[in-house]
């Protein structure tokens, strides 16, 4: 386990506690694509709020971070909703998921390139990929400030290709930037 990540984010979080999880927008957007069942996997899950929805909709559900300090608040707040869901602590980049164990992936506001032939082996036939991320070409100051942690244009429909594409949005700087969907891109894709 990388242990400056892991004590950044345990710094991160045990720093803001109060802040809800919801889910990304691009799962609570497109929760009609999701299959009647499976399972499921919020990988670098933060505070797990896709993590949550997807248990709530009955999923078999696991949700991994690299933070000990979000896990742990994680499963305490399934626990008080009474989710069943396997929330872990895990270094996803050195341990990624194993073939074809997934129906369902979440992805949101994480990136490590290196780590896009893995998320496609995981996911099962006919599973399907929710990645919601940051892009370089930004209209205001959310998320990272290092560009290697951002996309670059249509990156994630390059990372993704093997897949079907099903949806993908991103708009940049184009047209009226106070309104719309900025900083960010996200994309549906399917295993097939």
């Known amino acids: ?79 008080r909703k009474d989710l069943r869901l396997n929330a872990v602590q895990r270094d996803v980049t050195a341990d990624p998921p194993a073939q074809q164990s997934f129906d369902i992936i979440v992805v949101s506001r994480f990136l490590d390139r290196a780590l896009a032939p893995a998320i496609c082996a995981a996911l099962r036939r006919g599973g399907l990929l929710f990645y919601q991320t940051f892009i370089r070409e930004k209209v205001g100051d959310t998320g990272p400030n290092n560009p290697a942690y951002r996309l670059e244009a249509n990156e994630l429909l390059r990372l993704f290709q093997s897949l079907h594409l099903i949806y993908y949005h991103e708009e940049g700087t184009t047209g009226d930037t106070r309104r719309g969907f900025r900083n960010e891109a996200m994309l549906v894709a399917q295993k097939r």
Request: with cysteine; charged share 20%.
């Open 1 to 79: 386990m990388n242990k400056t990540d892991q004590t950044k984010w345990d710094r991160i979080y045990t720093d803001s506690p109060g802040k809800s999880a919801e889910p990304c927008e691009v799962l609570a957007a497109h929760s009609h694509l999701l299959p009647a069942g499976g399972d499921a996997l919020d990988l670098a899950c933060g505070r797990g709020g896709n993590a949550l929805y997807l248990a709530s909709r009955g999923y078999a559900t696991w949700a991994w971070d690299v933070s000990a300090v979000a896990i742990r608040a994680l499963s305490e707040q399934a626990g």
